[in-house]
């Protein structure tokens, strides 16, 4: 694919490039796996997940894993019209050709995304088409405990905990190598791993009925559990993406949720709850930042409120993150989970948002579903966030819950205007905002025997809400598409009567579905019909005690413990959560006499409860901190740094290298100087930007340092922490003013792929005339004719190159668009384009 990155749409998506990435000699590993995310580079390079096993596998000198998402379809178009196909980022090894590809399946719409990659990469869509000569396909992610709807396109699935898992799979194929077994073995071998579901292994009987195994021994899949995290690898030189939608140093502070939310299939299916250490979330920190230079880090589990040394870590994080203009984030926040001086220190770094979910407006559907708060509680929570500066909050909740009725709508408005109304009159820019999202059942929960509304309720209380919310000052309201939620819906509780859906809507064009933009049920639609298949039966609701698809992939709940929750919710009973009160004998812990049904690992593992503290300490009472931080916008010295940017460097824009550049020079420990002022930003300017695809020898960026440096210090710390293609070689000394010098012409070596006669001709041509007219736009839109041959003050042929002395004093435009008006019919792959010096005046 690589060669193909000029004329690649976002070309910093396939490069590969990214610091802190893997690359090994492929001579010296035995097993290669592709970590294939079914999604765009953005949206997977924020997925912890993809990280956490990037690490574990390549901890392995004898494996390798190396990265691979989804194209966007004008990239697709490109592989198939040259006959290229989907490859893995570092390597740019194609798919077909390692022998894994590990999918993480995070949610339900990505389901043609997968056959969307596969079919990329040229790999038979079902796993009894696959034979000896393609990849083990497999995946993992929370849907996998309700993977039935693509168990047909999968030769093996991961429940559970992945980062020992799939070390293990790989294991299991560099020996079945050795070994000379046949796929079919191979698969059967794997069955022995905790967490292994072999699809091919569970023989489908129809609707309503239980699926048969056929490996006696093997009639449930238990989940693999990691029982302590402190042992476990953590990603803290993690490959930092040139863009991403998350894009931050999020630290795992535990997995697993206890609090018992009734929709909530992650907080059911990942117990127990397991924190890691106070020393080693310490040392993750510390190392975590100085190894990618992030300025923001963000605390992450289920709950991240309810971790039980939540203030601990905070007092032991904050220091060092404002010494540097850190943000940290603590996202999945419960009301009242936050002390006031917690909040204080946060608001006087960077106040990233604030966001809480009550999930319900009243307290009787709170109660419904578990979630544990009190509007009393969560109004002393906004109270505070309003005294510590915050401008607005984002209220979360859903809609279609079991029992909701309007009147549970009205209430999800009184709670926002009474929220609004808590602020004082110094919240100047105050905004509450609502986001809905309409409830899904899910597997392994609760309320997985529940009815999901239909599509037209979910349209009528979308308006409802609406409306109701219209006349109202200061609150908005925003909500989920219905039509996603309806799909998510379908195949969230499917069998594998959806698998020829998933192929036939592929095939009609369903792709990104979980983009707003690109969501259309029509294809899904479509294939229900032709397959005699009715949308409502998934959504509708199910028996108690009947057989649902997904009765052989254990969590380790019982459904006697779901079918009591599920009573309690009716009567509106709260369950306390377990890690700091009564034992609710779900299923799956081993100890004080409980029995675990995870009854491979149990004799293995310490399946319990892990906590850093018995009690939160966030109850106590909390002495207040002093919030000094040090000036960062104190100017000890300004370069100017020369590099030199090409190979993969060069498809990077100018806004993805200013991020590379501050992350470079934080893991430099050249300490940056911020703007004052509500969002600090650091001093960084460029020149002119070079376009995307184009090579340089002469680049330059301005950047004031806290302190002084010898000039040679600052190239020799910043040149061994640069990504592949970006090399620092000078820096020059600039005055303490903001204005500095800008080159007025730039010179650039032009070489041709093939066709040099015919492009030198051209380009004489274009020397030869008076003026060369084209038409460019206005920032309005407005055709203009303009004259671009002054551009070009002198062209030298030496051989097959031209160097061009390119005059920027009366109109700038960008190198590569004037190349292609020069030499009509030419293609960004039929030329290379370097800068090779600058004038200045």
């Not at 056959?115 to 040229?122: E, N, R, V």
């Not at 502070?253 to 127990?272: D, E, H, L, V």
């Not at 939620?485 to 009609?508: C, H, I, M, Q």
Request: proline letters at 7%.
């Amino acid at each position: 694919m690589k060669e193909l990155l000029p004329i690649l749409p976002r070309p910093s998506r396939y490069l590969g490039s990214e610091w802190g990435v893997t690359v090994k000699d492929p001579a010296t590993v035995s097993v290669r796996c592709a970590l294939a995310f079914p999604d765009m580079y953005e949206v997977g390079m924020s997925y912890l997940g993809q990280k956490i096993l990037y690490r574990a596998v390549n901890a392995h000198p004898r494996f390798w894993a190396e990265r691979v998402f989804t194209p966007c379809e004008e990239t697709a178009a490109i592989l198939r019209e040259r006959g290229t196909t989907l490859a893995t980022l570092e390597s740019d090894t194609p798919l077909s050709a390692m022998d894994a590809v590990a999918f993480s399946l995070t949610h339900e719409l990505c389901y043609t995304n997968v056959l969307y990659m596969l079919d990329l990469a040229g790999i038979p869509f079902r796993s009894s088409d696959r034979d000896e000569s393609h990849p083990l396909v497999i995946a993992g992610g929370g849907v996998t405990f309700n993977a039935e709807p693509v168990a047909p396109f999968f030769d093996a699935m991961v429940l559970g905990d992945g980062e020992e898992t799939l070390p293990a799979i790989l294991d299991a194929i560099g020996i079945a190598r050795t070994d000379g077994l046949s796929r079919a073995e191979l698969l059967d071998r794997l069955t022995a791993i905790p967490g292994m579901y072999v699809p091919s292994l569970f023989e489908d009987q129809g609707p309503g009925r239980a699926l048969k195994p056929l490996k006696q021994g093997y009639e449930t899949v238990e989940k693999a559990v990691v029982d302590d995290l402190n042992r476990t690898c953590f990603p803290t030189d993690q490959p930092i993406p040139f863009n991403a939608v998350h894009d931050r140093l999020t630290l795992e502070i535990a997995r697993g949720c206890t609090r018992g939310c009734r929709f909530c299939q992650a907080g059911m299916i990942y117990r127990p709850v397991r924190e890691r250490s106070l020393d080693e979330l310490d040392r993750l920190l510390s190392e975590g930042l100085k190894e990618t230079g992030y300025e923001e880090t963000s605390m992450l589990s289920l709950s991240t409120g309810d971790f039980s040394g939540l203030d601990t870590l905070f007092t032991r994080s904050f220091d060092k993150c404002a010494a540097e203009q850190i943000a940290i984030s603590l996202p999945s926040l419960r009301v009242g989970s936050l002390s006031a001086p917690i909040m204080e220190r946060i608001s006087s770094i960077r106040r990233t948002g604030a966001t809480l979910a009550p999930e319900a407006g009243s307290q009787r559907l709170r109660d419904v579903i578990n979630k544990g708060i009190t509007e009393e509680g969560l109004m002393e929570h906004v109270r505070l966030l309003f005294d510590n500066g915050w401008q607005g909050v984002k209220l979360y909740f859903m809609i279609g819950l079991p029992t909701e009725t309007d009147e549970d709508l009205d209430a999800i408005l009184n709670l926002c205007l009474k929220v609004r109304d808590a602020a004082g009159p110094h919240i100047k820019r105050l905004q509450v905002s609502a986001a809905v999202s309409p409830f899904v059942p899910k597997p392994q929960t609760p309320f997985q025997w529940e009815p999901q509304i239909p599509y037209e309720e979910i349209i009528r209380r979308v308006r409802y809400l609406r409306d109701i919310f219209r006349p109202h000052k200061r609150v908005s309201i925003k909500y989920h598409e219905p039509e996603m939620t309806s799909l998510e819906g379908v195949f969230s509780r499917g069998d594998r009567r959806l698998a020829p859906v998933v192929e036939r809507a592929y095939a009609k064009g369903a792709l990104f579905s979980s983009w707003k933009d690109h969501l259309r049920l029509d294809p899904y639609r479509e294939a229900m019909e032709e397959l005699g298949l009715s949308w409502d039966e998934y959504t509708g609701p199910r028996d108690p005690e009947a057989p649902l698809p997904w009765d052989h992939l254990s969590c380790g709940l019982t459904k006697r413990f779901l079918r009591t929750e599920r009573d309690r919710a009716l009567g509106g009973k709260i369950t306390g959560d377990c890690r700091y009160g009564a034992c609710r004998n779900c299923g799956v812990c081993e100890f004080n006499g409980h029995v675990s049904t995870l009854k491979t690992q149990k004799d293995a593992k310490d399946i319990r409860p892990k906590l850093v503290f018995p009690q939160r300490d966030q109850e106590g009472e909390q002495p207040p901190y002093s919030v000094d931080k040090p000036d960062l916008t104190v100017k000890g010295s300004h370069f100017r740094l020369w590099f030199e940017k090409d190979g993969p460097a060069a498809f990077l824009s100018q806004l993805e290298l200013q991020a590379v550049f501050e992350r470079a020079f934080r893991r430099a420990e050249l300490p940056l100087a911020f703007s004052a002022g509500f969002h600090p930003m650091p001093r960084l300017s460029f020149g002119k930007a070079l376009p995307v695809g184009v090579e340089s020898r002469a680049e330059w960026i301005n950047v004031f340092f806290r302190e002084d440096f010898d000039p040679e210090d600052v190239v020799a710390r910043l040149a061994p922490v640069m990504p592949l293609g970006l090399r620092p070689f000078r820096a020059d000394r600039l005055s303490m003013g903001k204005k500095q010098p800008q080159s007025v012409e730039e010179i650039f070596e032009l070489s041709f792929a093939s066709d040099h006669e015919k492009r030198l001709g051209q380009w004489r041509a274009f020397m030869d005339s008076g003026q060369w007219v084209i038409e460019k736009k206005t920032k309005k839109g407005k055709p203009k004719q303009v004259d671009i041959r002054p551009v070009v003050r002198e062209m030298r042929e030496d051989g097959e190159k031209l160097t061009l002395v390119l005059d920027w004093r009366e109109q700038y435009m960008s190198p590569l668009v004037l190349c292609r008006k020069a030499m009509e019919g030419a293609d960004l792959l039929d030329f290379k384009l370097v800068k090779t010096a600058q004038v200045f005046e």
